[in-house]
């Protein structure tokens, strides 16, 4: 019931597929019932940890492709509590593949892993080969969890593919974390009308992605009869400047300025400087490449949030629920 997964969730749905939703709501992670609104009845909710796999290994008998999401994101909470996100991406992903391999041998499992695993660039743009040197323990743990998928796909256990996500942004991301990256900080200051907070002096680039470019990914590595690779990257179309990815979020909301600031106190020592994604191997083996302009993107992003925006703002209305059928009270504007 997080961002990415929502998004998934719904163009599923629509494409006629037969879809389970596992999210535990695990505080601080996005989960919000509001998000999974338009889907109503279509969907199952199963209210578990990856780690509690066992308690709902029927499901995964069952299925033809998962979709692996589930986790922490925020690489400043994995400083402050590492044990935690150590917890829910590693442990709870093996526990999570241990039952997998008993209960579904072979199935396809298509993992969203991160950019982070790579650290600080040694060359751009970044493609697959590139040395793995992370610098946060949510980049450790991600790894790990990987490592977990490619070890268990090499002995056949199961056939993962691992998506590593620049920024992703979109609709139904989670507003009121400001802990989730900086595309949902800017967002909500869009939103908001507040000043958009560029830290440094703005030039370091990114190559932020829509959610639905993201999602169209999910679905042709899932989908893919044959893998030639088991790792790809996933990234926007160009580099932007972060004062120009700012810059675009302020025009596109109409009412905010962009401001440039020093680094806080600890960020710094986590940031990885400029980051792009080489495309070459996705574009290349699995067809795919983004769409969407951040311009485009950053249009239909607040056009989403213009009349949800207490969805995504107040902790009451965004209360991860475990049932479908609670979602059938929330308003109509939902279907959008």
């Known amino acids: 019931m997080g961002f990415?997964?929502?998004n998934l969730a719904v163009r599923l749905v629509e494409l006629g597929a037969s879809v389970s939703i596992v999210d535990s709501s695990e505080p601080g992670c996005g989960a919000n019932v509001y998000n999974i609104a338009p889907l109503r009845d279509r969907v199952r909710i199963i209210p578990l940890n990856l780690a509690e796999a066992e308690d709902f290994a029927a499901e995964i008998r069952?299925?033809?492709v998962i979709f692996n999401l589930a986790g922490e994101i925020s690489h400043t909470e994995s400083m402050r509590c590492p044990e935690r996100d150590l917890a829910l991406n590693a442990v709870a992903n093996l526990r999570f593949l241990e039952t997998c391999r008993r209960a579904?041998?072979?199935?396809r499992i298509v993992f969203a892993s991160t950019r982070q695993v790579y650290g600080r660039p040694t060359r751009l743009p970044v493609d697959e080969s590139h040395p793995l040197d992370t610098i946060d323990f949510n980049g450790i743990h991600k790894l790990a969890a990987e490592r977990y998928h490619l070890l268990l796909s090499r002995l056949?256990?199961?056939d993962a593919v691992i998506l590593r996500l620049t920024n992703v942004y979109g609709p139904r991301m989670a507003l009121r974390l400001s802990c989730q990256g900086f595309m949902g900080v800017y967002l909500r200051a869009a939103l908001l009308g507040e000043p958009l907070l560029v830290y440094g002096d703005g030039r370091q680039l990114r190559d932020p992605v829509f959610v639905d470019d993201v999602?169209?990914?999910f679905l042709a590595a899932g989908a893919a009869e044959r893998l030639p690779s088991r790792i790809y990257n996933v990234g926007g179309a160009e580099p932007l400047s972060l004062a120009e990815i700012a810059s675009c979020f302020a025009r596109a909301g109409g009412r905010s300025a962009v401001r440039l600031v020093p680094f806080p106190e600890g960020r710094k020592a986590i940031d990885i400087g400029s980051y792009w994604t080489d495309g070459t191997r996705?574009?290349?083996e699995l067809a795919?490449?983004?769409s969407t302009t951040i311009g485009d993107g950053a249009c239909r992003t607040l056009e989403y949030y213009g009349r949800r925006l207490r969805q995504y703002l107040d902790s009451d209305a965004a209360q991860p629920s475990h049932g479908a059928r609670e979602a059938e009270a929330l308003e109509p504007a939902a279907a959008g």
């Open 4 to 6: 990415i997964g929502s």
């Open 62 to 64: 069952a299925c033809d």
């Open 104 to 107: 579904r041998p072979g199935v």
């Open 156 to 158: 056949g256990d199961v």
């Open 215 to 217: 999602v169209d990914a």
């Open 282 to 284: 996705i574009r290349q």
């Open 288 to 290: 795919w490449q983004p």
